[in-house]
């Protein structure tokens, strides 16, 4: 299935006996993060270490409130932490401006939507073409690659259809698409079968299940035990720290 | 630089889909910026039309014709400075002529008595009134643009002898001889017959006050005899080579102290006008028409950029989320800013290229409704309205796409 996602680069992996794992990805050492609400000083986060290694399959798990999502905006570089240290791939994150987690986003992080945030104008094609727009990419690339995406995600015969024309479980695997086609080092799925039906929502994860195969890194978001059950690791968060992290 | 031309070609396409997907709402926003640039458009065409006229109506005075005259063509505070000076005489022109002729050097050429009354001039059932009527020498034409467009102008026997003969203008000719050929017919001028010699072409009005055609010159014998003795005139003065008017206008001020007897310690008792004193003196009558007139009408492109900031700010509220894909996908500040500020000015373009369109149609059915109005549509205007749309667009998009491109792509991302 999978010709065009080049898995990652073999890289030389330290297989012990008990985290049989490739390089380190992400590398966050006691971050916290907090909210100025008013008179208040929101704690999200309190001090989180956590470390995911390539190839890894791990689920961010938790209630409500528990850090879960600023968690997941710190690993996606799209928040930056109030203290602490966040390397992504030994690239000092923590201390990066706006337009420099922009471009680590772009290469590096491919990101999966609940409400898989398509653009609702433009049809399959340019939607998975629009990581590569940023990148700077050539257009006959960009089309090239982006097919072969959408091919991999089985949509190869979707190509030009918009969004509205799509079912939910198309839309999720455009999405999907989209955040596999810079080739990224991770992909971070938030709450990805939230808004689909449990049999659509299983397609999902097997086809996260066969990218995890092929060598991707992924990070899923979830407060779903099923969902997660999906994955190898499974950390759960409560009040803004690490309650477990289990290695199924 | 070839990512800022993908984002570039991409942002133009979001720009276009934005307006086909709200038509309504960008053809609304846009009619604000058409009306302006309609606005601007006409009173940029007005304004060059002016000046068309203006120059077209110096260009009748000459470049390179000194007047002698009573009056300065400037406005003066201090007038009954002026109005007691002596007269200019007819006879200055002849000693003028001598003293030219006596100096090998000299800057001037000739110089040209004319006197001028308003008279009627009759043929048969017709009658004109108000005619400006011209006594002057053979040598006049040397002074002035005017051509004949048939017959011929006063030659010098004529002029000298104070034969009855005339040169008539265009109108005149117009008004006497609706139908018929002027030429050796005979004319009354305040009952006076006079043979006209040849016709004048058309020169046009003086800034739209007075007909250069509505014109009669006659040889200075008969006007003296027939319409004032008094020899009362100005004198024209023809200069050699213009780019040295004003070394000839210090010779001519010279020759005439002489002509006037006036010891060093008196100043000048007459004036020489130029061509460029009256532009000096009309010029910033006329620029501040230009300003006053492109500021009111630039006030209603400017009600239109507002229309085109409140919507831009608009769309990204609407697009906030998009706006925070966008982000994530990996798009800079200025991708976001870019996109925005694209937006503003496709908006304002397609409303400039409308309203330029608009404004074409009125200027042609302006010039054929009123043929004499002055108004000039030019690519050079054509070229300003695209560039003043651009502008527009980039100036009131840039608030709001510098918001948008500001947003934090968390909240933006969470934004419903």
């Known amino acids: 299935m999978n010709a065009v996602i080049a898995p990652p680069p073999p890289e030389i992996a330290v297989p012990t006996a008990t985290q049989p794992r490739g390089p380190v990805v992400i590398d966050i050492e006691n971050i916290s993060r907090h909210y100025i609400m008013g008179e208040e000083t929101v704690h999200a986060l309190r001090g989180v270490t956590l470390r995911i290694h390539r190839n890894e399959y791990i689920a961010i798990m938790g209630p409500s409130g528990s850090g879960k999502s600023t968690l997941m905006n710190m690993v996606g570089c799209l928040d930056t932490p109030s203290s602490g240290r966040y390397e992504f791939n030994g690239k000092n994150v923590s201390e990066m401006n706006g337009d420099e987690l922009a471009a680590i986003r772009n290469r590096e992080i491919g990101f999966v939507f609940q409400t898989f945030n398509l653009l609702p104008r433009s049809n399959s094609l340019h939607n998975v073409e629009l990581p590569l727009i940023y990148a700077g990419i050539d257009p006959e690339t960009r089309e090239r690659r982006a097919m072969g995406a959408l091919q991999n995600v089985g949509l190869g015969d979707r190509l030009h259809h918009k969004p509205n024309e799509l079912s939910g479980g198309q839309r999720q695997r455009v999405a999907i698409a989209r955040a596999l086609v810079n080739n990224p080092s991770i992909i971070l799925a938030d709450e990805p079968t939230g808004n689909l039906d449990s049999k659509t929502g299983e397609e999902i994860m097997a086809l996260f299940e066969s990218l995890y195969q092929n060598g991707h890194t992924i990070v899923l978001v979830t407060h779903e035990l099923d969902i997660s059950r999906h994955a190898r690791r499974v950390v759960h968060l409560r009040d803004g720290l690490i309650e477990s992290d289990n290695v199924a | ?416």
């Open chain 2, 1 to 416: 630089m070839k990512r800022f031309l993908y984002e570039l070609t991409e942002s133009w396409k979001i720009a276009a889909a934005q307006m086909r997907a709200n038509k309504t709402r960008s053809m609304l926003t846009a009619l604000g910026v058409i009306i302006g640039i309609v606005a601007v458009t006409l009173m940029g065409t007005a304004i060059s039309g002016i000046q068309i006229g203006f120059d077209k109506s110096m260009s009748v005075l000459g470049e390179d014709v000194l007047y002698v005259e009573q009056w300065p063509w400037a406005r003066v505070d201090d007038w009954w400075k002026y109005r007691d000076r002596k007269k200019i005489k007819t006879e200055y022109a002849e000693q003028l002529n001598h003293m030219i002729a006596a100096s090998p050097n000299s800057n001037l050429v000739i110089a040209v008595p004319t006197s001028s009354f308003l008279r009627s001039v009759k043929y048969q059932d017709n009658q004109v009134n108000n005619v400006f009527v011209l006594g002057t020498t053979s040598d006049f034409i040397l002074t002035s643009t005017v051509d004949c467009q048939e017959g011929r102008f006063i030659n010098e026997i004529e002029s000298r002898g104070g034969n009855n003969v005339c040169v008539i203008g265009y109108d005149v000719a117009d008004a006497l001889f609706p139908t018929g050929n002027p030429l050796n017919k005979s004319v009354l001028i305040n009952g006076q017959p006079f043979k006209v010699v040849g016709v004048n072409s058309r020169q046009g009005t003086f800034l739209g006050l007075f007909s250069w055609d509505s014109l009669v010159v006659i040889p200075l014998p008969a006007f003296k005899k027939y319409f004032s003795a008094k020899s009362e005139s100005d004198i024209r003065v023809k200069v050699k080579d213009k780019t040295k008017l004003a070394d000839a206008k210090d010779e001519l001020i010279g020759l005439m102290r002489r002509v006037r007897g006036l010891p060093p310690e008196k100043s000048d008792d007459f004036t020489v006008n130029e061509q460029e004193a009256f532009k000096s003196t009309l010029d910033p009558v006329k620029n501040s028409i230009a300003v006053a007139g492109l500021f009111i009408t630039g006030l209603s492109l400017f009600v239109g950029a507002i229309g085109i900031m409140n919507i831009t700010f608009v769309s990204v509220k609407e697009r906030t989320k998009e706006i925070g894909t966008r982000k994530a996908l990996g798009a800079r500040r200025q991708t976001i800013l870019l996109q925005f500020l694209i937006e503003s000015t496709a908006l304002c373009l397609v409303g400039g290229f409308i309203g330029l369109f608009f404004a074409y149609l009125l200027c042609l059915s302006i010039a054929s409704a009123f043929p004499s109005f002055p108004i000039h549509f030019s690519l050079g205007l054509v070229l300003i309205s695209m560039f003043v749309s651009v502008m527009t667009g980039l100036v009131s998009g840039f608030a709001p796409a510098w918001t948008a491109s500001r947003l934090d792509p968390v909240t933006a991302l969470r934004y419903e």
